[in-house]
């Protein structure tokens, strides 16, 4: 398949998760939306990788993915925070960060 | 074939995407992350990212995934609440126009690259063995700067989800072991001497009659720890 097919699928998958945080407002979903807009970008990396016939973009793409793992790691701990102080989990409530 | 794989690969993975986003529940919207994930995988296979795809379903749908299953059984999927009008409307728009302006993009660039099928193969791209070599030679300070990151990652995740009271809180939750190990009992039970037998316990109560025991009682047992509040953690 041309390089371009991998390109619009990752276009498709990046609008998808890009309207996924503007609408939902639970922020574990908003969360996995990140995750797709996120893996669309690896895609894109990896296909733009075989292009250039070079592994550059394939280390990108396992960085991002580490980068990704960090920033799940960090927003979980800070739902299961608001949990426990038994704030509503919903992005419009909490529009501010004081404890 | 490979078209085949590919289109099979492409469908699956937008219908988890588009899963991930119409679901209401939190859990199924991980488990259609969890299949997109896979499908993701199967299309880096096809573009000959062996180690990528490798990693991607042991990492991401492995471990991560996990973890989100962990917190979304322990937070519950709770009431979902609607976005606001405003943005229930211009969300999805927004997401069109950017769809349209990255396809025109793609149909308008000069680059011969993206209409082609890319550099011819070469034995051994994307192998594991080719991977590690270009992290531990050209890109071994992203590789550290990556690792730090994670050790930074996982730290501030304990510190964020800790309880924060400490270890106080933990003791004040359990009043009834508390008021267990301090009831009253006679002087030198439980002690290294009446094991070694050098103070038996029971013959001094012999001795001294019940007074020992009221007297060994410790005099904490009047104020009674303050009950937990229930719910301010």
Redesign the interface.
């Given at each position: 398949?041309?390089?371009?097919?991998?390109?619009?699928?990752s276009?498709?998958?990046?609008?998808?998760?890009?309207?996924?945080v503007?609408?939902?407002?639970?922020p574990?979903?908003i969360?996995?939306?990140l995750?797709?807009m996120l893996?669309a970008a690896?895609?894109a990396l990896?296909?733009f990788?075989?292009?250039?016939?070079?592994?550059?973009g394939?280390?990108f793409?396992?960085?991002v993915?580490?980068?990704?793992?960090?920033?799940?790691?960090?927003g979980?701990?800070?739902?299961?925070?608001i949990?426990?102080r038994?704030l509503?989990?919903?992005v419009?409530e909490l529009h501010e960060l004081h404890g | 074939m490979?078209?085949v794989l590919?289109f099979l690969a492409?469908i699956a993975?937008?219908t988890g995407?588009?899963g991930?986003?119409m679901l209401r529940n939190?859990f199924y919207?991980?488990l259609a992350?969890v299949g997109?994930?896979i499908a993701?995988a199967a299309?880096?296979m096809?573009?000959?990212?062996e180690?990528?795809a490798a990693?991607?379903v042991v990492?991401?749908a492995g471990?991560?995934m996990v973890?989100?299953v962990f917190?979304?059984a322990?937070?519950g999927g709770?009431q979902?609440?609607?976005?606001?009008s405003a943005?229930?409307i211009?969300?999805?728009l927004?997401?069109?126009a950017?769809?349209v302006e990255?396809?025109i993009a793609?149909l308008g660039t000069a680059l011969s690259?993206?209409?082609?099928?890319?550099?011819?193969?070469?034995r051994g791209?994307?192998t594991p063995k080719?991977?590690g070599r270009?992290?531990l030679t050209d890109?071994l300070f992203?590789f550290e700067a990556?690792s730090l990151?994670?050790l930074?990652?996982?730290v501030?995740?304990?510190?964020?989800?800790r309880?924060?009271r400490g270890l106080e809180a933990e003791e004040a939750e359990d009043v009834e072991f508390q008021r267990r190990l301090h009831q009253p009992r006679p002087r030198y039970t439980g002690s290294m001497a009446e094991s070694a037998g050098l103070r038996p316990a029971i013959q001094e109560i012999e001795e001294a009659g019940p007074a020992v025991i009221e007297e060994a009682g410790p005099a904490v047992i009047e104020q009674e720890p303050a009950l937990p509040t229930p719910?301010n953690?």
């Open positions: 398949m041309a390089i371009g097919w991998y390109l619009a699928v276009a498709i998958i990046f609008c998808i998760g890009a309207g996924g503007l609408t939902r407002r639970n574990l979903v969360l996995l939306c995750e797709l893996n690896n895609l990896v296909a990788a075989r292009m250039w016939g070079n592994e550059a394939q280390i793409a396992l960085i993915m580490v980068v990704a793992a960090c920033e799940v790691t960090v979980l701990g800070l739902i299961v925070s949990y426990r038994n509503p989990i919903d419009d | 490979s078209a590919f492409a993975a937008i995407a588009i991930v986003v939190p919207s991980v992350l997109h994930l993701l299309l880096f096809l573009l000959r990212a180690f990528v990693a991607q990492v991401y471990a991560v973890l989100y917190v979304v322990y937070v709770g979902e609440y609607q976005a606001g943005l229930r211009l969300g999805p927004f997401a069109l950017v769809a990255l396809c793609m690259g993206v209409s082609g099928h890319g550099a011819p193969y070469v791209f994307g080719q991977i270009l992290f890109y992203a990556a990151l994670l930074v990652a996982a501030g995740a304990v510190v964020l989800a309880r924060r719910g953690d």
